[in-house]
């Protein structure tokens, strides 16, 4: 079947998909969707818009948060169905159109978009709540029908059932019935003993349409009359367009167009390969009059010159100065973390389609669609109604898809405006073209002094942090760094909210501008800030001559959660069990996202140099466990996508040129370097769900660090780790 046929297939079967969803809609309506087949359907109901129950039973859960691979669709999905008590095989998920009224983010000010692990955590209540309304509109349906008490209607797997008369319906043979009835302002929710789908592995809903290749992600969708536009970007972040020769461009059998745009020259032609043959063919000269060219030893030196300057103070407690200077011990160290790109397995894209009548329609992985929403309409000079987002999954995010300027979406967007909206548009960047991009994790320096007293406690603690802001793209963070004395609370996460118990504190911070882009990368602050302070402490447990995990469990103080993660990472992994010369056992614990991760790394290190990660145990706080399956999932991918950074990734600059253009250079996780086993452990809670996407990655790097100390008595000190430093 060709690309046509296909799209039309599909649209047949959204049609009929539509038609057999009559029934029960409660709070939804597509925006710029067509009108229903059916022109007999109740309307929509109000009082939430995250579920559609259709009359062949089938339940369809609005999920107002972007499928990146994290399983946000299954999480979502089982909380409402556990509220529903449907059946798990009948339910599915679409996403939910750009409208953040009744699809924004409760932990993001009501602004529509998805990160910070907070998926799960926002909509908890939320769509429990959801859940419980549509099952009581339904039993109340049954119970109508049947002329019985409501209370004698029982529900599970979908259908509802009066025991005393043996009579049964399904969900979808009382969902027009029920579209009928006013919707209950409260309703009560299933006590946890009861929930048969929350705490379960029940299967991924995503799983079967990948492995039929049937999931369309934004590579695959087809427009009638789409270009493909590749677009030339500066070799140098600064650099402009002087002049293009695009002569031998347009020679090029199958390119269309070369139009000049805001980010650099855009080739449009039949399919991304062509346009790609044209951007090679194109002659353009760069304007480097304001090109950033320093490179990143350039940089590490500006930051390690800021270090010996006052920062600004992002936490303050007693007098440091005066606790170091009696301390027992002290010890003092500079950590190095380089810029990361995120590396996502499919590259940046979106497609764009102008409206005659002012406005768009786009199709991308949307994570940030209120930003996205707004930033196109200024682009266009149109409401941002106008601007219609149809979320589709995305493969693999990291934060990149969250861009504080929607930088790739607009360009998209610049592209179909210099070509008059004649054609749909899709923006396809290559690898290289987002290894190059920058919108990195900023690079940082730390100096830490700590000193402990004669008994081994710590008594100080004095910490500067030197880099970017990851959130710099945003508007008014400046100003905001401003206001908070020079302290961007980003960059000091993880250090400003120390888990340990020390009397003397002092955390300060230079924020750095400078012309590379950067933005936020999974775990945002706690992707450096976990490797520094979990290694900082190790060293302190050392000097005092004291077991690292005892150290940790001494000098926590009113963190049941972290000594909870502590105490099961440790029985789990076999902690102080001897190991031969040569490996070592390394401990971390950190908090990000509400969400505390306790890592212990085993490592062998060659006698000829290298070494090996043998394994990771895991176990992680995150309160109630929505799907356990998926949680440990996380948590694996996290640790990871840790080591491979850990590893392996380094974004360097040299003249301003980014050097690592693909994953030749910048070397993702080899399959064998994965550890052999991977053990996690989910520590019980019925709290509040708290995130899993991004809490199992900051831990990683500090424990593989201290388990290589404990191998070779030498410290880590900046990352990624060389193969260099373990030999003699």
Known sequence: MDDQAMAVSRRDMLRAGAAAAGGLLIGVRLEGAEPPVNAA???????????????????????????????????????????????????????????????????????????GSSSINNSWDQLRKAGATARAMLVQAAAAQWKVPPEAVTVSNGVLRHLATRRQATFGAVASRAATLPVPADVPLKAPSAWTLIGRDVPRLDTAP???????????????????????????????????????????????????????????????????????????????SRAKTRGSAQLVEAYRAKLEQPGGVARREGDVAT???????????????????????????????????????????????????????????????????????????????????????????????????????????????????????????????????????????????????PMAGLPGVAEGIAKAGGVDDASVEGVKNLAYTVPNVLVENHVIADAVPVQWWRSVGHTHTGFVVESVIDELASMAGEDAAAYRRKHYAGKPRHLAALDLAVARSGWGAPLPKGRGRGLAVHESFDTVVAEVVEVTVKPEGGFTVDRVTCAVDCGVAVNPDVVRAQMEGGIGYALSAALHGEITLVDGVVQETNFHLYKPLRLPEMPKRVDVHIVPSSAHPTGVGEPGTPPLAAALANALFQATGRRVRRLPIREEFTRA
């Open 41 to 115: 359907l109740p309307a929509p109901f109000a009082p939430n818009a995250f579920v559609r129950i259709g009359t062949d039973g089938t339940v369809t859960v609005i999920s107002k948060h972007l499928e990146m691979g994290q399983g946000a669709y299954t999480g979502l999905a089982t909380i409402v169905a556990e509220e529903l008590d449907a059946d798990w095989r009948r339910v599915v998920v679409e996403s939910a159109p750009a409208d953040a009224k009744r699809y924004g983010n409760l932990q993001w000010g009501g602004m529509q978009g998805t990160g």
């Open 210 to 288: 990948k492995l039929r290749g049937t999931l369309q992600y934004t590579i695959d969708v087809k427009r009638p009359g789409m270009l493909v536009a590749v677009v030339a970007h500066p070799p140098v972040f600064g650099a402009t367009v002087a002049s293009v020769d695009d002569a031998k461009a347009r020679a090029i059998p199958g390119v269309v167009d070369v139009v000049r745009i805001p980010t650099g020259v855009a080739v449009l032609a039949r399919n991304t390969w062509i346009a790609k043959q044209g951007r090679d063919a194109l002659a353009i000269t760069w304007d480097r």
């Open 323 to 469: 606790a170091l200077a009696k301390a027992a011990q002290v010890m003092e160290a500079t950590f190095e973390v380089p810029y990361l790109t995120h590396a996502t397995l499919e590259p940046m894209n979106c497609v764009v389609e102008l409206k005659p009548a002012g406005g768009a329609e786009l199709w991308y992985g949307a994570q940030m669609q209120s930003g996205d929403q707004f930033g196109v309409a200024a682009a266009l000079g149109c409401a941002p109604e106008q601007v219609v987002i149809h979320t589709l999954p995305a493969g693999g995010s990291f934060g990149r898809r969250a861009n504080p300027r929607s930088d790739y979406i607009l360009e998209a967007v610049e592209v179909a405006k210099a070509i008059r909206g004649r054609a749909p548009v899709k923006l396809q960047w290559t690898r290289e073209d987002d290894q190059a991009a920058g919108w990195f994790r900023p690079m940082y320096v730390h100096r830490v002094r700590a000193g402990i007293d004669a008994a081994g406690a710590p008594v100080a603690w004095q910490h500067v942090i030197v880099g970017q802001s």
